[in-house]
C-alpha cells in the first residue's frame, strides 16, 4: 500500500472523479469486502483534494494579481529606472521612468537598442557589457551617462541581471539604474576640497558627532608632529590635551548661540607634549533634525605672532618708559631751543647785515672800478706811444685782477651763507668754452705761451645746465694755468666721458708746463684762502679762493674735481659734470665739408699739430704735419709730384718767418702748382703786424690763435667752397649806414659811468641819448621811440627796476612798452638778477662792464643773431638775403614750377601763423611763442626767406629765455620781412 499511492496519488487528480463509478459499477466477488471501503475512501478523499485544490489555485491567481498591482506601483512610483531587453540588447519593456526622462512614450522606446539610449562616448562601453552577458550570462554593474529631454546629462549607477528560458539559455536582460549625479558632484566637490586641503598652509580636519578623526591633511598633522594616517580613526578631542573639557564646553556654548561656527584662539598639544597657541575656526554641519553631523576645523598655528605680540609688548612698554625719560629731556630741550631760537634770530641779523654790507661794498667798489676799465679799454683802442700803452695796460691789468678778487670774495660770502644758486637754461657748449679762450688768449699771447683749446667733434651742440658757472670753473682753472705758467704751453680739452640718450658726462681737463705742485699741498689745495706756499702768494697773487670756489661750483653742479702734477712738471686739474643734451635748436653745427682735401700743417708745438689735425680731420680733410718751416716747401712739391697736392697750408707764421718764408713765396710765384695750395697763417691773438709782409708775400688767410673749430671751418668754408657762400657758423656782417643807425636810450646817475658807457655804445655804431633819472628816462620814452634801453639799477629816488615797471605799466604813457631794457648793475647778487628780471628787463649786465659783454648784449636786444662785430642796424643786415633762390631751386632739382608752388603757400600760409604768434605774445605764452617760431623758422627756411628765418630763430630764442618784453618790436620786424620776401617774389 505504501509503495503504491505515492504514483497513485501524483494521478490522483485525474481519475478521482471516475472512482465511484468503478466502485459501484463492477461486481468484483472476488475483491474482499475491505478493498471496497479502501476505494470508497479513496475517492472521498480524492474529491476533498480537487476541492482544496481548486481553492487554493484561486487564493493564488489573486495573491498574484495582488503581487503584480504592488510591482506595478513600485515601478511607476520609484525615481530608478527599469527596463527588460531581449537577448539582442533591444528594449522589451521600459518604466516610466525611462519615458519621462527621455521625454518619450513607453511604446516608442520598446525596440530601441540599450546603447543607443546612452551618451554617445558610453555607447561602445555599454554594447561591450551587453556582449559579455551574452557570453557569460551574470549580474553586472555599470556606470553611464543620458540625456534627458533637456539635453541635460544625466549620470546613473545600474544593476543588470540576465534572464534565461526554462532550458537555461540567455533570453535577455532585466536592469534597474539610480540617479547618481548629485553624489557626483558632491564627490567632484568632495575632491576638490581634499586636494585644496592637502595643498593649503593651513591645517584643515574633519570629525564627526562623537569627535572621531575622518580626515587631516599633512599641514595639521604635521603641526602636530603626526603623519595623516597617525590621526584618521582616532579621538580628536585629544589634540587639545588636559584642556579639552573647559575648551569643549566653551565650544558647544559658542555653537549653540552662533548658529554652528566660531572662530577662537586655543591651546593645543604637540605628540611630544609641548603646547602652542592656534587660530581655530570650527564649523558644525548638521542634519535635517538638527544634530550635529560633522565638525569641520581649519587651523593656524600663531606661534610666531604671539612671539612678536610679546616682543611688541615689552617694546611698547620700553617706549613708554623712553617717551617718559623723553618728556623729560623735551621740557630741557625746550629751553634750549628757546634760547637757540633767540640765537638763530641774531645770527639771521647778523647775517642780512652782511648781506647788505657785501652788497654794499660790492656796489662801492664796482662802480669806480667801472669807470676804471671802461676808460682803459676805450684808451687801449686809441692810438698811443709804447709808453702811454705800457701804463693803460698796466692800469687795465690792475683793475680786472681787482675785480677778480672782489668777484671771488662774493661769491664764497654767498656759498658761505647757502644763497648761491644755480641758473640752468640751454647753451651752446662749445661757444660757451671758447668764450673762456677769447678771454684769456690776450694773458697768454703777452706771455708767448702756446694756448691751445680743443673740443672733440662728437660733442654734443647744446646742453642744459649753468652757463655762468661752468665758464667761471673753467676761468679760474685756465688762468691759474697762464698765471703759474712761465713758458711752454696751456692746453684746454673737453671731451665726453659717457653718453646715454637724454644726458652726457663731459671731461674738462687743463693742462699746464708751469711750476707743478708737491704732492703733499694737493690734499689742501682745494681749502679756502690756501695757496701752496707764502713765496707763491707773494710772487703771483691772489686770495687762495679760487680753486676752493671752483670745487664747491663742481660739487653744486654734480661733478667732480681733481688733479694730477708733480713739482716742477706742470699740472693736469680736471673735472667732471653730467649735463642735459638739447635738440641743436638752430646751433651752428661744425663744418665738414672739407671732403678729404689734403691739407699740410707747419706748427712748431707737438700739441698744438695734433689738436689742429684732429681739428682738421672733423673738418672732413686729409692732415699730415711738419714741425719745422724748412719741411714746408719739400714736402709740397712731393705732393704735387705724385699727382695728389695739398688744398690748404695751415702754418703758423713764426714757422714760416726768415728764409723758409721767402723760399715758400718765391716759389709759388714761379710753380703754378704750388700756388693752387692756399696758405693759411696763424699768429697768437693780439699779436702786432710784423707779419704782415709775410701775409702779403703768400697771399695768406689769417687766424688767430689758439685756433678754434668753428673758425677754422669758415675760413676753410671761404677758401673751398667756391661759391662764396658764407660758412655754417658764420656770424651775420653788420650794416653801417649811419642814417639807420639804432636809438639807444642810457640811463645812469653816475657821470664817470655815463661818460664810458656812451663811449661803448658809440662803438657799437648806435645812436646814444643819455639821461641821469628814471623820471629823465620816462619822460624821454614818452617823446620819442628808441630801439633799446641800458637801465642802471642803483639810482637815487626812482631805481631802475621801478622804472622799468613802470616802462611795462599800460598807464605809462611811454610810445613803446615792449622796448627792450638791459639792466646795468654793480650787485652780483643772483637775487638782484632775478629781480630784475621780474620787473621786466630783458637782460642783466653786472658792472664793470666789458665792452664785448656789452656788444653781445645790445646785438640780442635788436634782434641780432650769432657773434657780430657791431649791432644790425633796424635788427636786419643790410647784405643778408631777402630770398635765397638760387640755394632753394637746388634743392629741389632744378623744378621751377615746384618753387613756386612751394612759394606760394608758404606766402598764404605764413599770415595765419604771424597772427597765432601775435596772440600768444599778447598773453604772455612763452611755449606757444616758442613753438610757433619754431615752426616758422623751419618753414622760413625751407622756402629760402633768409631774413624771415633770422628773425624766428631771434624770437625762439628769446621765448626759450623767457625774454618776452620786446617780442612786439621783433613781431613788427618779422612783418616788415614778409613784406620784403613778398616783394621779392612778386616785384
Request: aromatic share 4%.
Amino acid at each position: 500500500m505504501k509503495r503504491v499511492t505515492p504514483a497513485f496519488t501524483h494521478r490522483l487528480p485525474s481519475v478521482v472523479p471516475l472512482l465511484p463509478l468503478i466502485g459501484l459499477g463492477l461486481d468484483l466477488p472476488w475483491r474482499s469486502r475491505l478493498f471496497q471501503v479502501e476505494a470508497f475512501l479513496l475517492v472521498v478523499i480524492g474529491f476533498v483534494f480537487t476541492l482544496a485544490l481548486r481553492r487554493r489555485a484561486g487564493q493564488t491567481a489573486a495573491a498574484l494579481a495582488r503581487s503584480e498591482e504592488r510591482f506595478r506601483a513600485l515601478v511607476e512610483d520609484t525615481d530608478d529606472l527599469v527596463w527588460e531587453a531581449d537577448g539582442e540588447g533591444r528594449v522589451t519593456y521600459a518604466g516610466p521612468r525611462v519615458a519621462k526622462l527621455l521625454g518619450r512614450e513607453a511604446g516608442a522606446i520598446r525596440g530601441c537598442r540599450l546603447a543607443g539610449l546612452v551618451v554617445p562616448e558610453d555607447r561602445e562601453r555599454v554594447e561591450g557589457l551587453l556582449a559579455r552577458m551574452r557570453r557569460e550570462p551574470e549580474r553586472l554593474s555599470l556606470e553611464f551617462t543620458m540625456p534627458d529631454r533637456d539635453g541635460r546629462r544625466v549620470v546613473f549607477e545600474a544593476n543588470l541581471s540576465p534572464i534565461s528560458d526554462a532550458a537555461g539559455r540567455f533570453t535577455g536582460s532585466r536592469g534597474y539604474a539610480r540617479d547618481v549625479t548629485a553624489r557626483r558632484h558632491v564627490e567632484d566637490e568632495l575632491r576638490l576640497f581634499k586636494t585644496i586641503a592637502d595643498t593649503a598652509n593651513y591645517g584643515t580636519g574633519i570629525a564627526d558627532r562623537e569627535g572621531r578623526v575622518l580626515y587631516v591633511n599633512e599641514t595639521l598633522a604635521a603641526m602636530h608632529g603626526y603623519r595623516p594616517e597617525d590621526l584618521i580613526g582616532g579621538d580628536g578631542r585629544e589634540l587639545y590635551g588636559d584642556e579639552y573639557g573647559p575648551q569643549a564646553r566653551a565650544l558647544e556654548e559658542i555653537i549653540r548661540r552662533d548658529g554652528g561656527f566660531v572662530a577662537r584662539e586655543v591651546w593645543h598639544r604637540r605628540r611630544d607634549g609641548s603646547r602652542f597657541p592656534a587660530l581655530e575656526n570650527v564649523k558644525v554641519l548638521a542634519g535635517e533634525d538638527g544634530q550635529p553631523l560633522f565638525v569641520v576645523t581649519t587651523l593656524v598655528d600663531i606661534s610666531e605672532r604671539k612671539a612678536s605680540e610679546r616682543a611688541l609688548q615689552n617694546a611698547m612698554e620700553e617706549a613708554e618708559r623712553a617717551r617718559r625719560r623723553l618728556e623729560t629731556s623735551n621740557q630741557q630741550l625746550a629751553a634750549s631751543i628757546r634760547h637757540a631760537k633767540r640765537m638763530a634770530s641774531e645770527a639771521d641779523s647778523a647775517s642780512r647785515a652782511k648781506g647788505e654790507f657785501l652788497a654794499n661794498v660790492s656796489h662801492e667798489i664796482r662802480t669806480p672800478l667801472n669807470g676804471i676799465i671802461g676808460m682803459a679799454e676805450l684808451l687801449r683802442a686809441r692810438d698811443l706811444t709804447a709808453e702811454q700803452r705800457d701804463h693803460v695796460e698796466v692800469l687795465h691789468g690792475s683793475a680786472v685782477t681787482l675785480l677778480g678778487i672782489i668777484n671771488e670774495v662774493l661769491d664764497f660770502s654767498k656759498m658761505e651763507a647757502g644763497k648761491l644758486e644755480l641758473d640752468v637754461r640751454p647753451f651752446e657748449l662749445r661757444r660757451a668754452v671758447e668764450e673762456v679762450v677769447e678771454l684769456l688768449a690776450p694773458q697768454a699771447a703777452r706771455k708767448r705761451l702756446e694756448f691751445i683749446c680743443f673740443l672733440q667733434s662728437e660733442l654734443p651742440l647744446r646742453v642744459r645746465g649753468d652757463r655762468r658757472r661752468l665758464q667761471q670753473v673753467l676761468m679760474n682753472l685756465a688762468g691759474n694755468a697762464v698765471k703759474f705758467t712761465e713758458r711752454g704751453e696751456v692746453l684746454i680739452r673737453v671731451g665726453l666721458d659717457r653718453q646715454d640718450a637724454q644726458r652726457c658726462r663731459f671731461r674738462f681737463s687743463v693742462s699746464d708746463t708751469g711750476i707743478g705742485i708737491p704732492a703733499a699741498s694737493h690734499g689742501q689745495l682745494f681749502d679756502s684762502f690756501t695757496q701752496v706756499d707764502a713765496s707763491t702768494s707773494r710772487k703771483y697773487g691772489g686770495t687762495g679762493l679760487g680753486l676752493a670756489i671752483a670745487k664747491r661750483l663742481v660739487m653744486l653742479m654734480g661733478g667732480e674735481i681733481g688733479l694730477v702734477s708733480e713739482e716742477g712738471s706742470g699740472s693736469t686739474f680736471w673735472f667732471t659734470l653730467s649735463l642735459e643734451t638739447e635738440a641743436p635748436d638752430g646751433a651752428a653745427a661744425p663744418w665738414t665739408g672739407g671732403a678729404g682735401r689734403r691739407v699740410l700743417v707747419a706748427e712748431g708745438n707737438a700739441s698744438a699739430r695734433l689738436v689742429h689735425a684732429e681739428m682738421l680731420r672733423a673738418c672732413g680733410c686729409r692732415p699730415e704735419s711738419v714741425e719745422a718751416g724748412e719741411e714746408v716747401l719739400p714736402r709740397l712739391r712731393a705732393a704735387v709730384a705724385a699727382g695728389d697736392p695739398h688744398a690748404i697750408l695751415l702754418a703758423d707764421a713764426a714757422v714760416l718767418q726768415g728764409e723758409p718764408g721767402e723760399e715758400l713765396a718765391e716759389a709759388r710765384r714761379r710753380e703754378p702748382a704750388l700756388a693752387a695750395t692756399v696758405p693759411i697763417l696763424l699768429a697768437p691773438h693780439g699779436a702786432p703786424n710784423g707779419e704782415d709782409t709775410l701775409r702779403r708775400d703768400l697771399a695768406a688767410e689769417r687766424l688767430t690763435k689758439p685756433l678754434r673749430q668753428g673758425q677754422l671751418g669758415a675760413c676753410l668754408a671761404r677758401v673751398l667752397e667756391s661759391d662764396g657762400a658764407p660758412a655754417p657758423g658764420e656770424a651775420t656782417p653788420p650794416a653801417g649806414a649811419a642814417a639807420d643807425r639804432p636809438r639807444a636810450l642810457l640811463v645812469e646817475d653816475n657821470p664817470t659811468n655815463r661818460v664810458v658807457a656812451l663811449e661803448q655804445l658809440r662803438k657799437l655804431e648806435l645812436e646814444v641819448e643819455a639821461v641821469p633819472t628814471g623820471e629823465a628816462a620816462l619822460a624821454a620814452l614818452r617823446e620819442r621811440d628808441f630801439d633799446v634801453v641800458i637801465m642802471d639799477v642803483q639810482m637815487p629816488d626812482l631805481d631802475g627796476v621801478e622804472t622799468t615797471r613802470r616802462i611795462r605799466d599800460p598807464r605809462s604813457g611811454v610810445r613803446n612798452r615792449d622796448v627792450p631794457v638791459i639792466a646795468l648793475t654793480a650787485h652780483g647778487l643772483e637775487e638782484n638778477r632775478r629781480r630784475c628780471l621780474e620787473a621786466g628787463m630783458d637782460d642783466f649786465l653786472g658792472k664793470p662792464i666789458q665792452l664785448s659783454q656789452l656788444h653781445a648784449a645790445v646785438f640780442r636786444a635788436l634782434g641780432g643773431c650769432g657773434e657780430p662785430a657791431a649791432a644790425c642796424a633796424g635788427g636786419g643786415c643790410e647784405d643778408e638775403a631777402i630770398f635765397e633762390r638760387a640755394d632753394f631751386l637746388d634743392r629741389l632739382g632744378g623744378d621751377e614750377e615746384l618753387l613756386e608752388e612751394l612759394v606760394a603757400f608758404f606766402i598764404t600760409e605764413t599770415p595765419n601763423q604771424v597772427e597765432a604768434l601775435r596772440q600768444a605774445i599778447l598773453e604772455g605764452d612763452r611755449e606757444a611763442v616758442t613753438r610757433l617760431a619754431h615752426t616758422l623758422k623751419g618753414s622760413s627756411a625751407n622756402v629760402g626767406a633768409a631774413q624771415v628765418r633770422r628773425i624766428a630763430a631771434v624770437m625762439e630764442a628769446d621765448g626759450r629765455e623767457d625774454r618776452l618784453g620786446g617780442m612786439t618790436a621783433r613781431l613788427r620786424e618779422l612783418e616788415k620781412a614778409l613784406e620784403r620776401f613778398r616783394d621779392e617774389i612778386h616785384p
